[in-house]
């Protein structure tokens, strides 16, 4: 049992760590401006948009049993804090994991 989760460990690894370098070798030869990165860029941000909404809209797991209107709550104020803080992900990820386990527990 330990060899097969230590042979999925070092597979997984390797899939990921080739992935990244191969990701930093071709990325020399993209300019920031291009409309292809421009693309990949957008891609990138609509995914996690459409996972965080997924989150939020149906949540699996605990989050489930937490009131829609508190998630949206949470998330509305994260957003506020994301802008005050001059879009550091730091504050509002602390902030939104604080404020929900507060509000679950109070309301």
């Known amino acids: 049992m330990a060899s097969s989760i230590l042979i999925v460990i070092i597979v997984t690894s390797l899939a990921t760590y080739l992935s990244r370098f191969l990701g930093v070798v071709s990325a020399e030869k993209i300019k920031e401006t291009s409309k292809m990165f421009r693309w990949f860029n957008c891609l990138a941000y609509?995914?996690?948009?459409?996972?965080?909404?997924?989150?939020?809209?149906?949540?699996?797991?605990?989050?489930?049993?937490?009131?829609?209107?508190?998630?949206?709550?949470?998330?509305?104020?994260?957003?506020?804090?994301?802008?005050?803080?001059?879009?550091?992900?730091v504050y509002p990820t602390l902030f939104s994991a604080i404020m929900l386990s507060f509000l679950i527990t109070y309301l």
Do not use: C, H
């Not at 995914?47 to 605990?62: H, K």
């Open 46 to 89: 609509s995914t996690l948009a459409a996972l965080i909404a997924r989150i939020v809209i149906f949540p699996s797991g605990a989050l489930s049993e937490v009131d829609y209107m508190i998630r949206f709550i949470v998330v509305i104020l994260s957003i506020a804090i994301f802008y005050l803080t001059k879009k550091n992900l």
